[in-house]
């Protein structure tokens, strides 16, 4: 169990219904497959993780809060505790599905409203089916909005899925270690797109 003072991010998933955000949390709730993931009735699902990272030479254990929507987006309901305090939004698209990559655009403006601090990662899920959206496209949709990073994982196969994780809350951390030194962090520190436009 993690130490009282460890570091702790709230991460939320966010995109189209059907792009495999359940599947998604319970692959790294439990590390296993679940293929019926959605629960009936069920409004929002949370889980708490320990990550172990190298850091400084030692081990930190930093414990992570995921958050799924549950399949609330569909009807738009997501209350506001859903994002409050959001540390990273995981922005999930179906590679094999061009449409939900189209409206990622609506869940980003979704995520700069209501929690606009957080950073933003771009999550290709199914990697192991036939891909749709091009690694061009979805690179240059990361470019343009300042993704801290962008990910192919498989919530199916378990393929990118930890090492993912493990680099998006690396990242966190430095990022929340620069913010206590009163420093702003090197463009490079910031995440992939640090010199984007916006």
């Avoid at 930890?162 to 090197?186: A, I, N, T, W, Y």
Wanted: proline residues 3%; contains cysteine.
């Amino acid at each position: 169990m993690a130490a009282a003072s460890s570091p702790k991010f709230k991460l939320i998933l966010l995109g189209d219904f059907g792009v495999g955000k359940t599947t998604l949390f319970h692959r790294i709730r439990t590390g296993h497959f679940l293929e019926h993931a959605h629960t009936l009735g069920q409004h929002m699902d949370t889980c708490e993780k320990t990550l172990s990272l190298k850091h400084h030479r030692s081990h930190l254990q930093v414990q992570i809060s995921l958050w799924d929507t549950a399949g609330e987006e569909r009807f738009l309901s997501l209350s506001s505790c859903y994002y409050r305090d959001a540390d990273a939004v995981l922005l999930v698209y179906s590679i094999p599905g061009p449409v939900s990559f189209d409206n990622l655009s609506h869940w980003l403006c979704v995520a700069r409203q209501y929690c606009a601090d957080a950073d933003i990662f771009l999550l290709g899920n199914k990697s192991d089916l036939e891909p749709c959206v091009s690694e061009e496209k979805a690179e240059r949709f990361a470019v343009e909005h300042c993704a801290s990073g962008k990910y192919k994982v498989s919530a199916k196969t378990g393929e990118n899925v930890d090492q993912c994780l493990q680099e998006m809350v690396e990242r966190l951390l430095r990022k929340k270690e620069f913010q206590r030194s009163g420093f702003h962090p090197p463009l490079q520190e910031v995440g992939y797109y640090s010199h984007c436009g916006c």
